[in-house]
């Protein structure tokens, strides 16, 4: 079985993959202090609970945006289930061109999203992740990653309004039936939700005026239903994008194999 990691800012999720479907997800608030002991103590339990064994984990892939969560997460792997994990890398085989002009600064969640959506899609598209940070990144038809934009996330949004601005109140995520508020927090919800889907729109609109060509919407991350909801812009709704393209790399690069000796297989990058 492939035991799948993908440690983005906020989260890491842990998945398992059989080999013909996904057997479990498990989600943990991301720390680049958490030890791979407490990673490993916590993550047997939950693979047991869903009848899977450490032993049944044969290879590992690791993809991550957090260098410092590296570090556990590969120890985690090694020591808890003897496998060297394949890390997501620019350097690895995608199966497609990145058209950047520095594909080793491409956040390896974006091109993991761009392997995933031209394989089940087929390009041209573009990839709209709401994550810790809500980025849209292009596709076109070869399936080769040429850019896109960033833009800060949803979550940072929220907590930034609240942080500079003293009466006005943390509030939460959700979409207001009206737009225009008669309260403080209904305003805020408004401005939040549907600015973000302006934002949404409007970017979409443009990327497809610079392509120069119609392009497939795909939304991602655990917030892509939410968001879907007020737009009629996209084509599919994939939550668990990033998982498929760590699954998907893994079968195109061969494992690495485990250091032999015990002071590199304790060591790392």
């Known amino acids: 079985m492939l035991l799948v990691i993908d440690a983005g800012n906020t989260n890491i999720v842990f998945a ?7 057997r479990g997800n498990w989600r943990l608030a991301t720390s680049a202090q958490r030890t791979s002991d407490e990673y490993g103590v ?20 690791i993809g991550t945006v ?23 890398r620019a350097s690895l085989d995608w199966g497609f061109e990145i058209k950047t002009d520095s594909p080793d600064g491409v956040g390896a969640d974006r091109l993991l999203n761009a392997l995933a959506a031209h394989a089940h899609y087929r390009g041209p598209l573009v990839v709209v ?9 292009v596709v076109d038809e070869t399936g080769a990653y ?23 109140p943390r509030i939460g995520i959700g979409r207001p039936h009206m737009v225009i508020g008669r309260d403080t927090v209904p305003a805020m919800q408004s401005g939040v939700y549907w600015g973000y889907i302006g934002l949404i729109e409007g970017l979409l609109a443009r990327i497809e005026g610079e392509f120069g060509a119609s392009l497939k919407a795909i939304a991602t991350g655990g917030l892509a239903p ?18 498929e ?21 304790l060591e790392t990058e």
């Open 66 to 88: 957090v260098p410092a969560a590296l570090y556990h997460l590969r120890r985690l792997c090694r020591e808890w289930f003897f496998t060297e994990p394949l890390v997501a």
């Open 129 to 137: 992740d709401f994550g810790t940070a809500t980025t849209f990144d």
């Open 16 to 22: 398992v993959h059989d080999g013909v479907e996904w």
């Open 146 to 168: 040429i850019g896109g934009a960033i833009s800060p996330g949803i979550n940072l949004s929220i907590e930034a309004l609240h942080q500079a601005a003293a009466r006005l």
């Open 42 to 61: 916590w993550l047997e339990v939950l693979l047991s609970r869903a009848g899977i064994r450490a032993q049944d984990i044969t290879c590992a892939v």
């Open 226 to 243: 939410l968001f879907a909801e007020g737009t009629a812009k996209f084509t599919a709704i994939a939550p668990d994008l990033t998982l």
């Open 245 to 265: 393209g760590l699954r998907l790399l893994s079968l195109r690069n061969k494992p690495p194999a485990l250091p032999r000796d015990r002071a590199r297989f």
